[in-house]
């Protein structure tokens, strides 16, 4: 059984009083979410460790959305991967969309970053996922394998086992305008195929997370799709009533 998970991407949203009021609300509920179902919030940097002390005693989980590619030292602004694990993080996102598109992250950059993650006992999540102008071009299977073929195929197994992945296709992010549950399930499998060639068997255990205007009104369908093991959540996840939602969608 590959594990199930609803991951709230805050992005560069809430100051951290309502960062925590929205914690609380989600505490509240906590009993709701599905056992089979691990709820990860991601709030900026600045809220970890207040977070942290909120989720201590529930069953959600924290996480980063960003690592530093080096261990430690001189690179002002940056955060490593160790004092995300510090604050009790288990989750940190590598290699979002917006992070290659706007912060020019590319694939050796992002391997950097992954095994940081990993040396400091953090799960990746690592996103994938073709733009537009890639899409409508028909390559994005092209895309999509070579963006893993330059970062996950990488790895040795172990590490590979403990990493989750994110189909994110660039489109849909934001923009209201998800994937077909169909499309999404395309792509989905074609990733764990993909892992297969290299990881044979281990990929049936990855869990891979489609992310793209996830919404409680398109969730169930997405997440009852064979390949699709749970949602990376942007827009949806700042309300406490639809992320709740979305994870109650299993
Ligand atoms: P969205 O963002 O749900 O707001 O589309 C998803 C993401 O970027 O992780």
């Given at each position: 059984m590959r594990t199930k998970i609803v991951a709230g991407n805050w992005k560069m949203n809430t100051t951290l009083e309502q960062g925590l009021s929205l914690v609380k609300e989600l505490?509240?509920?906590?009993?709701?979410?599905?056992?089979?179902?691990?709820?990860?919030?991601?709030?900026p940097f600045?809220?970890?460790?207040?977070?942290?002390?909120?989720?201590?005693?529930?069953?959600?989980?924290?996480?980063?959305?960003n690592c530093a590619a080096q261990a430690k030292g001189a690179y002002t602004g940056e955060v490593a991967?160790?004092?995300?694990?510090?604050?009790?993080?288990?989750?940190?996102?590598?290699?979002?969309?917006?992070?290659?598109?706007y912060y020019g992250e590319?694939?050796?950059?992002?391997c950097q970053k992954i095994t940081q993650a990993l040396h400091s006992g953090l799960?990746?999540?690592?996103?994938?996922?073709?733009?537009?102008?890639?899409?409508?071009?028909?390559?994005?299977f092209e895309v999509i394998a070579q963006q893993v073929k330059?970062?996950?195929?990488?790895?040795?197994?172990?590490?590979?086992?403990?990493m989750v992945i994110a189909y994110e296709p660039v489109w849909a992010i934001g923009?209201?305008?998800?994937?077909?549950s169909a499309q999404a399930q395309e792509v989905h499998a074609f990733i764990r195929q993909t892992l297969a060639e290299v990881f044979g068997a281990l990929?049936?255990?990855?869990?891979?997370?489609?992310?793209?205007?996830?919404?409680?009104?398109?969730?169930?369908?997405?997440?009852?799709?064979?390949?699709i093991d749970g949602g990376l959540i942007g827009g949806a996840s700042l309300q406490a009533e639809d992320f709740l939602a979305i994870a109650k969608a299993f």
């Open positions: 505490i509240a509920k906590e009993n709701e979410i599905p056992a089979c179902v691990q709820m990860v919030v991601v709030p600045t809220h970890l460790y207040s977070v942290y002390q909120l989720l201590k005693d529930y069953r959600i989980a924290l996480g980063a959305q991967a160790e004092m995300l694990a510090s604050v009790w993080c288990q989750y940190v996102i590598i290699g979002h969309s917006e992070r290659r598109e590319d694939s050796p950059i992002l799960i990746p999540v690592f996103c994938v996922g073709e733009r537009l102008e890639e899409r409508e071009a028909g390559n994005h330059e970062t996950v195929l990488l790895l040795n197994p172990v590490d590979f086992s403990k923009t209201g305008k998800t994937a077909s990929a049936a255990q990855t869990t891979i997370l489609y992310g793209g205007s996830c919404k409680p009104s398109n969730a169930a369908e997405l997440f009852a799709q064979d390949d």
